[in-house]
């Protein structure tokens, strides 16, 4: 797996494996045509070549506090 762009405003992007994404879908009662888009071309998901229908989790820190930790969810599409 190749290296994500290194930036501070680039946030963390990691590629659910196929049992994390079956346990995110689960835990949640959502379905992949509920979550928001990631383009297959964003300079994160190109680095990590994630593949259609992977599911994308987002770290970033809060811009309130700085400290705390937002986690969002994404899907490239097909």
Request: aromatic fraction near 6%; avoid cysteine.
């Amino acid at each position: 797996m190749s290296k994500q762009p290194e930036h501070n405003l680039v946030p963390k992007h990691e590629v659910l494996s196929e049992e994390e994404s079956k346990k995110f879908f689960e835990s949640t009662g959502l379905s992949p045509d509920q979550l928001p888009k990631i383009n297959s071309n964003d300079a994160a998901i190109k680095a990590q070549k994630a593949e259609a229908g992977r599911v994308v989790k987002i770290t970033r820190k809060s811009d309130v506090d700085g400290k705390s930790e937002l986690v969002y969810y994404r899907v490239v599409p097909e």
